[in-house]
């Protein structure tokens, strides 16, 4: 027990001089002290020392910082690669396309939904693929995909955010899909998601078109923040929301999942986009209720923070 205290210390203090000084180099971590180094090198050469428990240490103080907060948890993934060789892949998996090789990173990072402060990481998935040909994707269960980070990790995360007020959990498109939805929500467990599928609704129609019946309601301007490739700026957007039932998908394996989620749904639309700027326009779905264009700006305003896990 006290090697494992130690061992999460140490991995903690591995994290955070790899976040403060942008690299990976054991020597330059240590900066020129000789004994760090060595300290840093033993503890990720210790077979004791396992990825999961390096994860787990991720959360020691954000379980405290959490506490009483309304905690916007998000979710990103990232694909890390590495140089290598034909003859030396040092046990790392291919990654986007072409001859690239290395792992794939997916935290979470939880954020004060009222300050936007940064609270901590909560857990994650490191992982690599492998070579292997595999069923398509909608033949395999959820156990089978990698999709299951999303949910996993989403899981992992609510006993570690238990001291929250609540939590508001957010990913990008590859984080909708039917199971999040059935599965994750609580009473003080919400979802935010920007839409991937035109999910069919129950009574048969599908949610685009049904999102198209509304007038837009409301119209204001927001700051952008700044991403790779996408300087800061403001948008004027139109606002419409509403409320759908999405449709348990006829193909999905998984059993004791309900027929339909209801949930409400938020887009915003920027008509007159800066020449030569892709115009802003964002689907999303949610658990939280609204019931006024203000609920609905505060949905837009929680996904703007999406952008810090970037």
Known sequence: MVWRSSSRKRGAALLQAIVLRQTVCLRQLAEGKHSEEIRFGRFLNNGAVRVEEIIDGWSDQTQSAVAGRHVLALQDTSEIKFATTPDNRRDLGKIKKGNCFGLLLHPMLALDADTGSCLGLVGGKVWTRGTDELTPHAERPLNEKESRRWVETAEAAKPLLLRAARVTAI?????????????????????????????????????????????????????????????????????????????????????????????????????????????????????HALSSATDAWQIIAWYKQRWMIE
């Not at 839409?195 to 999102?211: E, F, N, P």
């Open 171 to 287: 990913a990008d498109r590859e984080g909708d899909f039917f199971i999040m939805w059935a599965r994750l929500p609580d009473q003080r467990f919400d979802l935010l998601s920007r839409v991937m599928h035109d999910h069919a609704l129950i009574g048969g129609s599908k949610l685009r078109d049904t999102v198209e019946t509304v007038r837009f309601c409301d119209t204001q301007t927001i700051e952008l923040r700044e991403r790779a490739d996408h300087p800061a700026r403001q948008a004027t957007l139109c606002l419409r929301f509403g409320q759908a039932t999405i449709r348990r998908p006829q193909n999905l394996r998984e059993e004791g999942l309900p027929d339909g989620v209801t949930l409400s749904w938020v887009e915003v639309v920027e008509p007159d986009a800066p020449e030569g700027v892709e115009p802003l326009h964002w689907l999303l779905l949610t658990t």
